[in-house]
């Protein structure tokens, strides 16, 4: 089971301080986690070039063989993205806390984030400030959650969309701004959707209602 956590996050920030991971060991599943580049473990450069592609990242530590694999936020956003080229490489796929988002073309969100992490954003914008404050826990490096933010974007067309043939699972809260999951899912091939009730985006990982869906999903 590979877990990949969002932006600002890390695998253990994310996955193994909330117990998930203990509960799928348990279960008796093996755990891979993945720091996403320019967070917890991994490299973390300041060019916004050089987040282009995080998807490559991730591939060169995926285990040989399809695994199952559940990622949120900018992790559900990269698996995605990977899984449109290497679809073969998941025997499941779980994106949690992302849905229509992908899909938004006009999405000023980033540089937004970018700006309120370098303390420049303007007070009203609460998401923005909401992110900004992740950005600067322990362990992090503003500079390179700024530049990710930055990062030179392709947009998550339906031709691509149409490429992820695993099975697929989207879970979203209902008061998630990344939603709803609908769009994104009515363009997978092999997709379904759970929908949290009364869960934000940043309570997502944490949230019983997504272990519950992941492990009942990958038992399918």
């Not at 580049?37 to 060169?60: F, I, N, R, W």
């Not at 899984?83 to 849905?99: K, M, P």
């Not at 994104?184 to 309570?203: C, G, M, Q, Y």
């Amino acid at each position: 089971m590979v877990l990949v956590h969002g932006w600002g996050g890390s695998f253990e920030s994310t996955w193994q301080r909330s117990g998930f991971t203990e509960l799928l060991k348990d279960m008796g599943r093996d755990v891979v986690g993945i720091d996403l580049l320019g967070h917890g473990t991994s490299p973390k450069p300041h060019d916004p070039e050089a987040y282009a592609d995080l998807g490559a990242h991730v591939l060169a530590q995926l285990p040989d063989g399809p695994v199952d694999a559940v990622g949120f936020s900018l992790g559900a956003i990269t698996l995605l993205r990977l899984a449109t080229t290497h679809s073969e490489r998941f025997s499941h796929l779980v994106l949690a806390g992302i849905g229509e988002n992908v899909l938004r073309d006009d999405d000023s969100s980033g540089d937004r984030i970018a700006t309120a992490v370098e303390g420049n954003a303007d007070e009203t914008d609460t998401l923005a400030n909401t992110f900004a404050h992740y950005a600067h826990q322990p362990g992090n490096d503003p500079v390179a959650l700024a530049a990710i933010m930055r990062r030179p974007r392709t947009p998550m067309t339906a031709a691509l969309l149409a490429g992820v043939a695993c099975p697929t699972l989207v879970v979203i809260g209902d008061k998630d701004f990344a939603g709803p999951g609908e769009p994104l899912v009515e363009l997978l091939p092999s997709a379904t959707l759970t929908t949290l009730r009364n869960v934000d985006h940043f309570a997502t990982p944490e949230a019983f209602g997504l272990w519950d869906a992941v492990l009942e999903f990958i038992d399918t």
